[in-house]
Structures are given as C-alpha cells and as structure tokens.
C-alpha cells in the first residue's frame, strides 16, 4: 500500500499544477535549422537527421504532419524514444564536430570554425578562456538560455573535462549543450 502511495505522489508531482503546459521539443528539423543559421555557412547546412540511426526516424523527434489544410505537430512531448533518438543524433553530431579538429567533419562558419579551432587546442589555457567559451555557447545556444545556464556549463566542462584531450572535451561540451533543456525544448 505505502509502495502504491508513493508512486500516485510521484506522478502527481510530476504532472504539475492542473492546465498546465507540458514541454514540448522544438524537433529535430527546426533545431537543424538553429543550428545552420548559428555555425554553418549559407551553401552547407546542418542536416541532423544525418546523424539518426536509420531513416525516418527523424519524424519520432517532433515533426509538423500535413493532412490536407491541417497541420500539426506530432511526437513533440518528451518522452523516453524521443528523447534516445535526439541523444543518439546529437551525440553523432558531437562526435564529427569533435574530430572535425583532426579533418573537417562538418561545414561550418567562419567564425565558429575560429572558435573550434581554438577549443582544438584543449587543454590549453586559450581554449578554456572565457571568450572561447562564451563563443563555443553562443554558436550553438544562441541567447535562448539565461546567463547563468552558461555559468553552470562553463564550471562542469572546466571542473570535468579541463585535463581531457580535446576530442573528448569538446564531444562532451558539445552534447552538454544540445541536451540543454533552453537547446531542446520550445520556450
């Protein structure tokens, strides 16, 4: 009885206040978009579909439907096979942005390719400068998320990551970043 008790408290804490909004993701072709708009060049946009293990899947993530004149968005409350599926792409993502320092993985913008070859030095005091970071968070956040979002980034990837090699620093602060909630999720 008290196991039941404990799990109805559970689901109702978790439901929220009644009427409320759920979250809803922003999916995973608006979130490409982002992305493109952010640190890819105009002639070669971030596709992250790409990174999905087989095609199609991609509408699991949160996508608009079109049936005749209506539209809607489906698949777009979190739950456990989107949020495996965005983990499995943005991780794909994180990998080729990070050897991207070894070989070009992925089309980037000037500016950010600057900003990634710096972090390519890691763990080299340049590539942990504030400036570095700010520009890493930026390009791929934008000012979607408070400043004190990118405090707390900023402090795990220096206090985990600051003697890493630098593939794994910047595959780890990348997907740090793309399952940031203020990233992910519909505002």
């Known amino acids: 009885m008290q196991r039941w ?11 929220g206040p ?6 809803r993701l922003k999916g995973l072709s608006a979130l490409s978009k982002e992305l493109s708009a ?21 509408d699991l993530a949160g996508t608009w439907s079109a049936f005749g004149t209506e539209h809607k968005f489906q698949n777009g409350m979190p739950n456990a096979v989107n949020m495996v599926l965005l ?4 991780s794909g993502f994180a990998q080729s942005l990070a050897k991207s320092c070894a070989s070009p993985q992925v089309l980037l913008n000037e500016r950010f390719y600057a900003t990634l070859e710096v972090l390519c030095t890691w763990p080299a ?5 504030d400036k570095v970071l700010t520009d890493f968070w930026l390009g791929m956040v934008g000012y979607d998320a408070p400043q004190e979002e990118y405090g707390v980034w900023r402090d795990f990837v220096l206090t985990t990551y600051g003697e890493k090699n630098a593939q794994e ?7 740090a970043l793309m399952l940031n909630p203020y990233f992910v999720l519909e505002q």
């Open 38 to 58: 952010r640190i890819a060049p105009e002639e070669g946009p971030i596709e992250l579909d790409r990174y999905m293990p087989a095609d199609g899947l991609d």
């Open 125 to 129: 005091a340049a590539a942990k400068s």
């Open 18 to 23: 009644a009427g409320a909004a759920g979250a």
């Open 169 to 175: 620093a910047i595959e780890s602060m990348t997907l």
């Open 87 to 90: 983990r499995v792409a943005f």
């Open 5 to 15: 008790l404990i799990v109805a408290a559970a689901c109702i804490a978790l439901a």
